[in-house]
Antibody, heavy 119, light 108 residues
Framework: QLQLQESGPGLVKPSETLSLTCTVSGGSISSSSYYWGWIRQPPGKGLEWIGSIYYSGSTYYNPSLKSRVTISVDTSKNQFSLKLSSVTAADTAVYYC???????????WGQGTLVTVSS | EIVLTQSPGTLSLSPGERATLSCRASQSVSSSYLAWYQQKPGQAPRLLIYGASSRATGIPDRFSGSGSGTDFTLTISRLEPEDFAVYYCQQYGSSPETFGQGTKVEIK
């Protein structure tokens, strides 16, 4: 049973870069059938897909965030990461990391981590 | 981008009643790549339905999904106390993946 856990700063200043890491346990991030992704949820609002990555490094980003987002994978640590640059208050949200088996939707989720953008 | 519109915004029902939630897409969803999630306060979303009508592992059979093309439905045959939550639909057939705005099922 895969388990995912987000980690990173809970407070980021405006214009800086938000950096989060997701640690995967209970399985290998290099599994050829799995994709990994980030989804966020502003307080009291709905869900927004940020992007996904395959263990090989192939990435897929939401066009609305593409210019500011980088998702990468570190197979040696069984982790994948999110960087979101030039953040504003609108980027304040709970950030979830998640895993999916091939074409299926996300079936494994981290507990989520709240990131607040404020000076 | 495929826009998903869920209705109603809030559904007020009693335990034991039937819940019918709708998700309408702005264009056809590829290969019925439509999922439903349940989210409770302070928790991550939980996958209920994928492929429009297939139940995820461990999901009770009171949850069922149907539909194709642009119109999809999640039905909860008899509401249990633990079913009161927010439900989201998601299309994952075309990029960017998108979610509906959610339907809250609350206790009447």
């Amino acid at each position: 049973q895969l388990q995912l856990q987000e980690s990173g700063p809970g407070l980021v200043k405006p214009s800086e870069t938000l950096s989060l890491t997701c640690t995967v346990s209970g399985g290998s991030i290099s599994s050829s059938s799995y994709y990994w992704g980030w989804i966020r949820q502003p307080p009291g609002k709905g869900l927004e897909w940020i992007g996904s990555i395959y263990y090989s490094g192939s990435t897929y980003y939401n066009p609305s965030l593409k210019s500011r987002v980088t998702i990468s994978v570190d197979t040696s640590k069984n982790q994948f990461s999110l960087k979101l640059s030039s953040v504003t208050a609108a980027d304040t949200a709970v950030y979830y990391c998640a895993g999916r088996n091939g074409p299926d939707p996300f079936d494994y989720w981290g507990q989520g981590t709240l990131v607040t953008v404020s000076s | 981008e495929i826009v998903l519109t869920q209705s109603p915004g809030t559904l007020s029902l009693s335990p034991g009643e039937r819940a019918t939630l709708s998700c309408r897409a702005s264009q056809s969803v590829s290969s019925s790549y439509l999922a439903w999630y349940q989210q409770k306060p302070g928790q991550a979303p939980r996958l209920l339905i994928y492929g429009a009508s297939s139940r995820a592992t461990g999901i009770p059979d009171r949850f069922s999904g149907s539909g194709s093309g642009t119109d999809f439905t999640l039905t909860i045959s008899r509401l249990e106390p633990e079913d009161f939550a927010v439900y989201y639909c998601q299309q994952y057939g075309s990029s960017p993946e998108t979610f509906g705005q959610g339907t809250k099922v609350e206790i009447k």
